[in-house]
């Protein structure tokens, strides 16, 4: 699961969450773009790039978009446990 204690200062309260590329569990952002291209209702990009929570999902139909998302993170830089 992603870090929990590094979350990205932009993250909308709730449950799902991105890691800051400065987790000190290397486990941060890179700015890799694929969660704000691929369900861009639910991700943002900040200045740098990174990715930060802007909706929380609600629907079935959304939390399944938003867990692909998770899935296909290549830094485990994404978390639903927040
Ligand atoms: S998929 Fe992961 S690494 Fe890529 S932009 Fe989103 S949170 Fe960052």
């Known amino acids: 699961?992603?870090?929990?204690?590094?979350?990205?200062?932009?993250?909308?309260?709730?449950?799902?969450?991105?890691?800051?590329?400065?987790?000190?569990?290397?486990?941060?952002?890179?700015?890799?773009?694929?969660?704000?291209?691929?369900?861009?209702?639910?991700?943002g990009e900040d200045e740098d790039g990174n990715a930060y929570i802007k909706k929380q999902p609600e629907s079935a139909e959304d939390v399944e978009l938003c867990q692909e998302q998770l899935d296909a993170c290549p830094v485990n830089s994404i978390g639903s446990d927040g």
């Open 1 to 43: 699961m992603a870090n929990k204690d590094a979350k990205h200062k932009s993250n909308i309260a709730g449950g799902w969450y991105c890691t800051d590329p400065d987790d000190e569990n290397g486990e941060g952002c890179i700015a890799c773009n694929v969660c704000y291209t691929g369900a861009p209702d639910f991700f």
